[in-house]
């Protein structure tokens, strides 16, 4: 009986102190004809040691040797340190900390995060975080249309340069309360949103710009939340937490800034782990901290005076609002803040700003390189953040393949994601990648190529 | 003390430094005008002091591996080390969400036989694992009953009906899928009024959320009735999955009535629940739904080689819950339990919860306690009532739980379900030892001694923790939400 510890006196024992005579009466009030579950699917037990056999086994068919693959989900290296930390069963198997005084470490550790996540956007605040980038970007949007009230839009303009699939998620998730999505559509020749934007933004509710956007290219985003501001639209930025070591937090967008900043937090020392868990990250201005969803953690102070920290602002969530709470979300990504939290502390300024410089020479160097091999262009030209477009002399995803059978995932094939880019290669570079990385992708790029065109 | 407060300028945590290995480190100067001017703001610490103040602080928490953890609702029960070290294995943990399918079969492997397991316990006919909580599988469940309707042109669908005993999110969900709410009471005994639910149901109903045991405590005994009730309307019947261990491996929903569920898989399969999160909420249908599930789901080829399937396998999917595929890392240790668990170690899960449960209600109502349900056979938890200790005693719900905290108990749930006064909802789930039970009963024994004898002990409560009670309401009044770091 896996970690069930009863032994026969204890089940006996307890059996008679209830007063019935055997465990199955105790499902008496059930009614009869529901009882017959019986499993034909799931297979008898086995013990640890056959399960750890066989997932090295599984484990083992999903190895590569070299990966540039980007696409919003990054290979970084993460510091011993940090799942040691998260792995202790203090932090791995505590409750949502709504008994304050027995989960201080969470709730402090919490607001440590909500600390970093607004000095790394420069925002007032933020949130204890949401499932994922996609989903924190689906709430924002909801979170705006409540928001705005200098119109009464249910219009959301979305970069067209935004991944695809955040695109999907927010869709999904926000049609259903009749918000309408508006498509900006980016500008073939430069991937990056036009320069005129003042008749697509009017009267709608908020503008998401993607930053860093899907093709890893920076817009003008000055420019961009300056025409939303005078449009009367508020600002959804979507950044990369990596990027803002090097590049503008969209606190300092424009003149006045974005109004809600999301993103994807797995880049802070989350395992790529086939998509999840990760974390979504929301903060906001002031202004607008009683429409945000999520749980919030506010510093106070006890009976005697001592600080301390609890979860506040309550009265915006499902547990107390129901049906007129601001989201239906009931959890967070608690122990992926708890990784996130402890990677910001170790890298600290001067290291995340390296991690960055260092993953953005590496991107510029692979570019250099592969763009001296025959028919390999960058596709824009523009400068870009850890990612960039390649455009190669034949069928992308026929390279990805070929690539990927020699250990290599070389990047997203974009034929499936983008109309129009079958041939673009979307390439990331971490600073987990050498020079002699560099070159060996460059190299099997190359010879990828001849084959690929030899049987064409 | 905050990680801030052990900042000093200058201070780092070298080792965490990457060197640009035989890449020139150019400045990014092509970035230009992108270039940040401003501080990051992050604490400038050592790796020491980053180890020790994680460390101190996670010793402030309660978790199942340090005590009992009996909240109701919640099924805190043991989280297996093994299921978490076979989800920790680097070919999982560097595998990227879209690496293509013919580097993923270990990965899909484990998915799509989780599906199958999943559909066997629920009794339902597909399975999408992508919803990455509770929440998240019953807004997509929800989802699926809008689609369904609007498919078929019934467009006057317009209410979900909820009993008043629901969690939170089941409301919320429903407007958030731009249903409308209504609320059906609950009887004296626990059950859904079924003359309530008979005169508000008909064509504008579109479903009916339900919990089974209920929030109560209790199983609903007239399910079947309801659900032909329901159907009958046209309407469809969603299963809330927060009390599925309670019944794993005796009755499944399916059996019951149910269209569509979604199960807590950091509830049932033992997940951990992180301090909050994450969790995994997948969802299962009925043929009549399968056709709107949630994208990616995990298929198999001709060739017995696994493959995702998306819009163009589903077309008819209410779409993409998360930027990837949920929450894989989660969805790895469920299947590692069910693994290790296999199917009669299943079927034991319910059967033990429910002992340890009933144990316990028997246990406190002998110390004296009040049960909600007293004529009922407790499920997988239960209610205990203190309305006649905070009339008599003026000694609240609230007060016995944060006394818990110092006899080393985690509170159970207090104040939820809604509709009953003064009340605690227990839950000691199937991993606790009858010794463990024991244990707790003492305390609430002692508890309710020292509410008679000596109030103040109790309503101060708890002494021993790192803090004493909060001030909330200085919380919510004076927001401080960041710390203001001085440059």
Redesign the interface.
């Known amino acids: ?6 032994t026969a006196s ?2 006996q ?3 008679g ?4 005579p055997n ?1 199955d009466a ?6 009869k004809n ?4 019986t ?10 040691m056959a ?2 056999r ?11 040797a070299l ?1 540039f ?1 980007g ?3 990054y ?1 970084h ?1 993460i ?1 011993a ?1 940090v799942w ?2 998260v ?11 709504y ?8 709730l ?2 919490i ?2 995060f ?3 996540m ?3 956007t ?1 925002m ?3 949130n ?2 949401v ?5 924190a970007l689906a709430e924002a949007m909801l979170m705006a249309v409540r928001a705005n009230k200098s119109n009464k839009s249910n219009r959301v303009v979305v970069a067209g340069n935004l ?1 695809p ?2 695109h ?2 927010c ?3 926000v049609k ?3 918000l309408i999505l508006d498509v900006l559509a980016h500008d073939p020749a430069t991937g990056c949103l036009p320069g005129a934007v003042e008749a697509a933004l009017e009267g709608a509710a908020a503008l998401v710009i993607s930053y860093p956007n899907f093709f890893g290219g ?1 817009d003008d985003v ?1 420019y961009l939340t300056d025409s939303a501001a005078s449009a009367g639209a508020l600002v959804i930025g979507v950044v990369n937490p990596t990027a ?6 969209p606190g ?1 967008w424009g003149t006045r800034g974005a109004d809600i900043a999301v993103g ?1 937090g797995q880049p802070l020392g989350i ?8 974390l979504g990250f929301m903060c906001c201005r002031q202004q607008f ?1 009683r429409q945000m969803p999520g ?10 005076g ?1 600080p ?3 979860l ?2 309550q009265a915006r ?9 601001t ?12 990784a996130a ?2 990677y ?12 960055a ?2 993953a ?3 991107t ?2 692979l570019t250099n390189l592969a763009c001296q091999i025959d028919g390999v262009t960058a596709r824009f030209s523009g ?1 870009v ?1 850890h990612e960039r477009v390649l455009s190669l002399p034949v069928d992308a995803s026929l390279v ?2 070929k690539m ?2 020699h250990g290599v ?1 070389p990047g ?1 094939a974009l034929g499936d994601w983008v109309t129009g880019m079958d041939d673009c290669l979307l390439v990331n570079v971490t ?1 987990t990648k ?3 990385d ?1 070159a060996c992708f460059a190299r099997l790029l190359a010879e990828v190529i001849e084959e690929v065109k030899a049987t064409c | 003390m905050l990680i801030y407060e052990h900042s000093r300028p200058g201070r780092m945590a070298r080792a965490q430094y990457v060197a640009a290995q035989g890449i020139s480190s150019e400045l990014a100067d092509d970035l230009g005008a992108h270039l940040r001017s401003s501080a990051l703001g992050l604490p400038e610490v050592s790796e020491l002091e980053v180890v020790r103040h994680y460390t101190n602080l996670s010793s402030k928490n309660f978790a199942i591996d340090k005590q009992f953890y009996p909240l109701g609702s919640c099924t805190m029960k043991y989280n297996p080390r093994g299921a978490h070290a076979a989800a920790s294995i680097p070919g999982f943990l560097k595998r990227h969400p879209l690496a293509p399918a013919a580097n993923s079969q270990g990965y899909l492997a484990c998915a799509y036989e989780l599906q199958n397991y999943l559909k066997d316990v629920t009794g339902m006919q597909a399975v999408s694992l992508t919803p990455m909580a509770g929440a998240q599988g019953e807004f997509a469940g929800v989802a699926m009953i809008r689609a369904y309707h609007q498919k078929r042109g019934d467009h006057d669908r317009v209410e979900i009906l909820v009993p008043e005993a629901a969690h939170g999110t089941n409301p919320a969900t429903a407007v958030m899928c731009g249903f409308v709410v209504r609320e059906i009471p609950v009887t004296k005994e626990g059950d859904v009024d079924l003359d309530a639910l008979k005169a508000v149901v008909g064509p504008r109903t579109a479903g009916l959320m339900m919990t089974n045991p209920s929030t109560c405590g209790v199983f609903e005994r007239q399910i079947q009735e309801i659900a032909e009730t329901v159907h009958e309307a046209g309407g469809l019947l969603y299963y809330d999955g927060a009390n599925l261990n309670a019944i794993l491996g005796k009755v499944r929903p399916g059996d019951m009535g149910f269209d569509v569920l979604h199960m807590n898989l950091h509830k049932t399969f033992a997940t951990p629940h992180g301090g909050g999160g994450p969790g995994s909420g997948p969802v299962g249908v009925g043929a009549r739904l399968a056709p709107f599930l949630p994208t990616p789901t995990v298929g198999m080829a001709e060739d017995g080689t696994y493959r995702w399937l998306d819009h163009k396998d589903i077309p008819d999917t209410i779409g993409r819950l998360s930027t990837f595929m949920g929450n894989a890392g989660i969805l790895l240790r469920a299947y590692a339990y069910a693994r290790l668990l296999g199917a009669e170690g299943m079927n034991r899960v319910g059967e033990y919860a429910t002992l340890n449960a009933n144990y316990l209600a028997k246990s406190l109502e002998q110390a004296g306690y009040t049960l909600a349900y007293p004529a009922r056979r407790a499920t997988h938890e239960f209610i205990v009532t203190l309305a006649s200790e905070a009339k008599h005693q003026h000694v609240t719900a609230m007060d016995f739980a944060k006394r818990l905290l110092d006899y080393g108990y985690h509170a159970p749930t207090t104040y939820f379900p809604l509709l009953v006064p003064e009340c605690l909802l227990i839950e000691p789930t199937e991993t606790e030892s009858k010794a463990e039970i024991d244990g707790f009963v003492a305390a609430m024994t002692q508890i309710r001694q020292e509410a008679m004898t000596e109030p103040a002990l109790v309503t101060t409560a708890p002494h021993s923790l790192p803090v004493k009670r909060l001030d909330d309401v200085k919380a919510a009044r004076d927001l401080d939400l960041a710390y203001k770091v001085t440059a």
């Open positions: 009986m896996p970690f069930i510890p009863h204890d089940e024992e307890m059996l102190a209830i007063g019935v465990i105790l499902f008496d009030e059930i009614p529901l009882r017959a579950a499993l034909s699917e799931v297979p008898a037990g086995i013990s640890e399960l750890q066989l997932m090295n086994q599984r484990a083992r068919l999903d190895e590569v990966s693959l696409a919003g989900a290979e290296h510091p340190a040691d930390l792995g202790r069963g203090e932090f791995m198997t505590a409750y949502t900390p008994q304050a005084e027995a989960s201080q470490g969470t402090q550790l607001y440590e909500q600390t970093m607004t000095r790394l420069a007032d605040v933020a204890a975080s499932y994922d980038g996609a989903t991944n699939n955040y999907a998620v869709h999904t998730i259903n309360q009749g920076l000055d803002l070591a090097l590049i503008k937090p300092e994807e395992p790529l782990a086939s998509g999840g868990p990760y901290v749980r919030i953690i506010g510093r106070t102070v006890d009976q005697t001592k301390g920290y609890t506040t602002l969530e499902q547990h107390i609002r129901r049906g007129k709470a989201s239906n979300i009931c959890t967070n990504q608690g122990l992926l803040v708890t939290t402890i910001m502390s170790l890298l600290g300024n001067e290291g995340l700003r390296q991690v410089l260092t953005h020479s590496g510029n160097a400068p953040f990805v393949e990927a059978a995932l997203l600073e050498t020079a002699a560099i």
